[in-house]
């Protein structure tokens, strides 16, 4: 079992800047791929943002954030970033960490699908206002 608790959201400015962190607890090791995930008000799906594996570090976001959204590791804390700058109203939504135990491969080629994800935070509201 592994338990995911994000914090680090709030209120901000559109072009501010915000960095979410993910506790991570539990059986906890470098097979595992991790994800930061959205999802806006509105009944809106869940929308993958960035992943990482935290074997390799090798990362993946998704198109609307590049350039401007960095998620990272710190393994020792066993503790995942999503670092945010130059926001946008568009990025308010409330964003869940997740984790899953799977192979390097795997993580490539389904980490930013949150059906693949069996663990998950209780998620961080970020707000983002003109």
């Known amino acids: 079992q592994v338990q995911l608790v994000e914090s680090g959201g709030g209120s901000v400015q559109t072009g501010g800047s915000l960095n979410l962190s993910c506790a991570a607890s539990?059986?906890?090791?470098?097979?595992?791929?991790m994800g930061w995930f959205r999802q806006a008000p509105g009944g809106k799906e869940r929308e993958g943002v960035a992943?990482?594996?935290?074997?390799?570090?090798?990362?993946e976001y998704t198109d609307s954030v590049k350039g401007r959204f960095t998620i990272s590791q710190d393994s020792a804390k066993r503790r995942l970033y999503l670092q945010m700058n130059s926001l946008k109203a568009e990025d308010t939504a409330m964003y869940y960490c997740?984790?899953?135990?799977?192979?390097?491969?795997?993580?490539?080629?389904?980490?930013?699908?949150?059906?693949?994800?069996?663990?998950w935070g209780q998620g961080t509201q970020v707000t983002v206002s003109s």
């Open positions: 539990g059986n906890f090791y470098d097979s595992y791929c």
């Open positions: 992943r990482i594996y935290i074997g390799t570090g090798s990362t």
């Open positions: 997740a984790a899953v135990k799977t192979s390097r491969n795997y993580c490539n080629t389904f980490g930013r699908d949150p059906g693949r994800y069996n663990y």
